[in-house]
């Protein structure tokens, strides 16, 4: 070889491996955060909302059965003069039970879309922890010996593990 090489500063090398430690202990878990949200939010659609609109749709539909029974009733006795009370009730009942039909429709349909949406994004969120957990660590290590192996090219030696390079006219070669 013509020359040897200037190392002039293996600590960036060094600084880079710590900032990709930090980086990798600091992504996994917002990953996994990120993954988790997402099957929370689609449990809650898939249950809890499900449920709970199921549920007020059957309530919504026994009151508007008793709002025409109610009615009914009332057109029939000869005790009442004017139904309207009765009328009114019906149609809000009606409009209660419309609501909840409507509002089940728009937690199915945002059900479907979640998952449409997010299927792709979950792939990629997974392939990027599955690198974080599988390649980073691999990529530290290398780093290590990248710093070893300049350390023992410049000629010194890590002091406390970390890199103080110098370059080999430094260290007493030529």
């Not at 500063?9 to 600091?26: D, K, W």
């Not at 809890?48 to 919504?60: A, H, K, P, T």
């Amino acid at each position: 070889m013509a020359g040897q090489a200037q190392i002039t500063s293996v600590e960036a090398i060094e600084a880079f491996r710590a900032n990709l430690i930090l980086f990798t202990s600091q992504a996994r878990p917002a990953l996994e955060e990120a993954s988790s949200d997402v099957l929370r939010t689609r449990l809650w659609l898939e249950n809890e909302q499900r449920r709970f609109w199921e549920n007020e749709l059957r309530v919504r539909n026994k009151k508007l059965e008793q709002a025409q029974q109610e009615l009914l009733t009332a057109r029939l006795s000869d005790f009442q003069e004017s139904t309207s009370l009765q009328q009114m009730a019906v149609r809000r009942a009606q409009q209660a039970v419309q609501q909840a039909e409507d509002k089940l429709k728009t937690m199915k349909r945002w059900d479907r879309e979640l998952e449409n949406r997010a299927a792709p994004l979950l792939k990629e969120i997974e392939a990027l922890h599955s690198f974080l957990t599988g390649e980073m660590p691999k990529a530290v290590a290398q780093l290590v010996q990248i710093v070893r192996t300049l350390d023992a090219y410049a000629g010194t030696t890590p002091v406390g593990g970390g890199g103080a390079a110098t370059t080999a006219a430094e260290g007493g070669q030529s």
